[in-house]
């Protein structure tokens, strides 16, 4: 069965603290996808990964960084969180060249204290 | 950048076929329509992708008029567990980069 992994569902964290969420997908996509969702707005895309190195900024990206190493692993960071950025966040992937994600994780809730 | 509208929320009775209507007026010519569940604390899923017409899987249809300025999800006879939020989202499936934004989705509420 295809999987999208997300490393924590729960974190708490403080003001100011670099925070690392982590994803990875065992399906060999290209495509790998960060989004946070929020009650009354929906999912709105913060990064996107199309390559290994390779980066495009989604809808909200201020605040936020991402890693892409290896094809498998995409990591969102959060250079000082702030408590406007808790919330859930999802990762997904797709393959080929095709930008729908087709595979979600099941998502982290980030409060940041 | 295709931008979807859908109702916010509809409830249904158990057993009941449900159509979801999502309005995507300005969809381009290579843009293809794509479905998505979400339950609470879970990621959403895939259910069903479309171009043109009709297309049917295990779990839905999709109808897609001539213009694909609007599509519909069709559930037949829905369940108790088909209680989630359904999303649209357009876009295509090659031809390389392309940012696609999800709507906010309607929240499907079936009724015993």
């Not at chain 1, 946070?36 to 999912?43: A, F, K, M, S, Y």
Request: proline content about 4%.
């Amino acid at each position: 069965d295809v999987k999208v992994t997300q490393s924590s569902r729960y974190l708490v964290k403080r003001t100011g603290e670099k925070v690392f969420l982590e994803c990875v997908q065992d399906m060999d996509h290209e495509n790998m996808f960060w989004y946070r969702q929020d009650p009354g707005l929906g999912l709105r895309l913060i990064y996107f990964s199309y390559d290994v190195k390779m980066k495009e900024k989604g809808d909200i990206p201020e605040g936020y960084s991402v890693s892409r190493e290896k094809k498998e692993r995409f990591s969102l960071i959060l250079e000082s969180a702030s408590t406007s950025q808790t919330s859930m966040y999802l990762c997904a992937s797709s393959g080929g060249q095709g930008l729908q994600p087709q595979h979600f994780g099941d998502g982290t809730r980030l409060s940041i204290l | 950048l295709a931008k979807t509208t859908q109702p916010i929320s509809m409830d249904s009775y158990e057993g009941q076929e449900v159509n979801i209507t999502c309005s995507h007026n300005n969809i381009a010519t290579n843009d293809y329509i794509t479905w998505y569940q979400q339950f609470p604390s879970q990621g959403p899923r895939f259910i069903i992708q479309g171009y043109k017409t009709k297309v049917t899987n295990e779990v839905a249809s999709l109808f897609i008029p001539a213009d694909r300025k609007s599509s519909t999800l069709s559930l037949p006879r829905v369940s108790l567990s088909d209680t989630a939020v359904y999303y649209c989202l357009v876009g295509r499936n090659s031809g390389g980069y392309q940012k696609v934004t999800f709507g906010t989705g309607t929240k499907l509420q079936v009724i015993p």
